[in-house]
C-alpha cells in the first residue's frame, strides 16, 4: 500500500498581514509598521495578495514560510522534490542508517501481473542488501542495491514562492506522469489552499508549458564503469579576471596572494566566474551529493535513463569480497531483467523509474561560479566525504589545475585553508597542501 504523504507542519498565519504589508509598501505612504497595523490578515489582505500576485509581483509572498514532512514518500520522489533551488532539506542518511525495513513505494494502478513482478524484484533487492550487509560491506555501500523505490523521509522548508512552484511543477509540470509525484502534488495544493486559496489555481492558468526530457525506449543490462569528469566551459584567463574584479572592488591589488582571495570571508568578485562541468557516470546515490548544492545550476536527466544505460557503480568493499561481488553484479543483472519484463507487461516507463537503483549510473552537467567552487571543493574533496564524490571532486580539482595552476592549487578540503570543522569526526590526517598526494 502507497502511504506517502506530503504534510505542512509549519505554518505561520500571522505571515499574511506580512504578505499583504510588502504588497502595500511600495505604493503607500507610512512606515513598516503603520502599514503592518493596517493589514488585519483578512479577506481584504487575501484579494490584494491575489492582484498583486497576478500582476506578476510574486516576490511579496516570499515572506510566508512552510516546514513540510515528506512522510515515507520513494527515493524517487525524494530526487524530485531536493532539486527546487531556493529550499532547505534535511534527509535520512543512507550512509548511516539501517533501511532494511525501510520498506517500498509501489506504483498506483499496476496490474495483478505487474504487481508481483514489481513486488518480487523489490524484496529480492532487500534481501541482497542484507546479505551484502551481512557479509561486511558498508552501509554505504551496501545501499547501491536499493532501489529507487525505497521509502524515504525528510523535511523540507520552503518559501510559499518556491512551494507554487514545486505544486506547479508536481501537477502539471515535470512531475505529471508520476502518480506519486502528482498525488503528493495535490496534498500539498489542498493544504496551501486553506491559507491562500486561488494563489495556485490563479499561477497554474500561467503556468508555461514545459517540454520534459524523452525517456528511454528500452532496458539494457549494463556493466561496472569509473566515473569521470569535462570541463565543458571557463573563464579563458581566470587570474586576469580576477585581477579585473578585485581591481575594481579596490580590494586586492592585482596579481596579489591568491590563498589570501580564497580564504577572504566575503569574496563576492569570485561569483563573477562561472564554470561547466560533464560529470560522467555517477551513482544515483551520488547525484543526490550534487543536488545538495543549492548555489548552483544542474541538469540531471530522468531516473529511467540511469536504469536504462544499466551501468552501475562498484565499491571496492564489494570488489574485495568475492561472494559480495557474485551477489552485486547479479542484482543489477536482475533487475534490468525485471524492468524488461515489467514494461512487456504493459508498465509504463514513468513507473519502470522505481526499478532504477542507486547504484545506477547517470550523466549530469553542474555549472558554478567560483565561490561556491570553493565551498564545494572544502566539502566534497575531504577524506571525510563519501568516496565516490570525493573521487569525482578531485578530478574536477584537477581539471582546474592543470587550466591554471597559479589559480587553483589554493583550491582543496577545508583543511587546506585552517583547522578542521569536523571537531571529534575529523580524519585526523588533515591536508598540509591540496597536491601533497
Avoid at 539501517?98 to 499496476?110: H, N, T
Avoid at 525505497?150 to 514562492?161: E, G, H
Wanted: charge should be negative; charged fraction near 25%; hydrophobic fraction near 40%.
Amino acid at each position: 500500500m502507497n502511504k506517502s504523504r506530503a504534510i505542512i507542519v509549519v505554518s505561520n498565519e500571522d505571515a499574511l498581514r506580512v504578505v499583504a504589508s510588502s504588497a502595500r509598501i511600495s505604493t503607500q505612504q507610512g512606515t513598516a509598521m503603520e502599514i503592518y497595523d493596517k493589514s488585519k490578515g483578512d479577506e481584504k489582505d487575501l484579494r490584494l495578495v491575489n492582484k498583486v500576485l497576478a500582476s506578476g509581483h510574486k516576490s511579496v509572498i516570499e515572506h510566508q514560510t512552510f516546514g513540510i514532512a515528506f512522510d515515507d514518500v520513494s527515493v524517487l520522489v525524494e530526487q524530485f522534490v531536493i532539486e527546487c533551488r531556493l529550499a532547505s532539506f534535511t534527509v535520512k542518511s543512507r550512509r548511516y542508517v539501517d533501511f532494511s525495513e525501510a520498506g517500498f513505494v509501489a506504483p498506483e494502478g499496476l496490474t495483478e501481473a505487474q504487481h508481483a513482478c514489481f513486488d518480487a524484484a523489490m524484496k529480492a533487492r532487500f534481501a541482497d542488501y542484507e546479505q551484502l550487509m551481512a557479509l561486511g560491506v558498508p552501509k554505504e555501500d551496501a545501499r547501491f542495491v536499493l532501489p529507487y523505490s525505497l521509502r524515504s523521509n525528510f523535511f523540507m522548508t520552503v518559501d510559499a514562492r518556491e512551494l507554487i512552484g514545486l505544486i506547479c511543477a508536481m501537477l502539471y509540470g515535470r512531475g505529471k506522469g508520476f502518480p506519486e509525484v502528482e498525488a503528493l502534488g495535490c496534498q500539498l495544493k489542498e493544504q496551501f489552499d486553506r491559507l491562500y486559496p486561488g494563489v495556485i489555481d490563479g499561477e497554474a492558468k500561467r503556468y508555461p508549458h514545459y517540454e520534459p526530457m524523452p525517456l528511454p525506449g528500452e532496458i539494457k543490462a549494463g556493466a561496472d564503469r569509473a566515473g569521470d569528469a569535462e570541463l565543458i566551459d571557463a573563464p579563458k584567463d581566470t587570474q586576469g579576471f580576477l585581477n579585473a574584479v578585485y581591481g575594481f572592488t579596490g580590494r586586492f591589488s592585482a596579481g596579489g596572494d591568491s590563498l589570501a582571495r580564497f580564504t577572504d570571508a566575503r569574496p563576492r568578485e569570485m561569483e563573477m566566474l562561472h564554470y561547466t562541468f560533464k560529470v560522467k557516470r555517477v551513482s544515483l546515490a551520488c547525484v543526490t551529493h550534487f543536488t545538495r548544492h543549492r548555489m548552483v545550476s544542474l541538469l540531471v536527466p530522468p531516473v529511467s535513463r540511469a536504469l536504462a544505460e544499466g551501468d552501475y557503480v562498484l565499491p571496492e568493499t564489494v570488489k574485495a569480497i568475492p561472494e559480495a561481488e557474485a551477489i552485486y553484479r547479479r542484482a543489477f543483472e536482475d533487475q534490468a531483467a525485471a524492468a524488461k519484463e515489467a514494461l512487456a507487461l504493459g508498465m509504463s516507463m514513468e513507473d519502470a523509474s522505481y526499478f532504477a537503483m542507486s547504484g545506477h549510473q547517470l550523466d549530469l552537467m553542474i555549472s558554478m561560479n567560483l565561490r561556491e567552487m570553493i565551498h564545494f571543493m572544502k566539502l566534497r574533496t575531504c577524506r571525510r566525504a563519501q568516496w565516490e564524490i570525493q573521487g569525482v571532486a578531485w578530478k574536477m580539482l584537477k581539471l582546474l589545475v592543470n587550466r591554471e595552476p597559479e589559480v587553483f592549487t589554493h583550491l582543496g578540503p577545508s583543511c587546506v585553508y585552517g583547522p578542521c570543522p569536523e571537531g571529534r569526526m575529523s580524519c585526523g590526517h588533515p591536508y598540509k597542501n591540496a597536491w601533497e598526494e
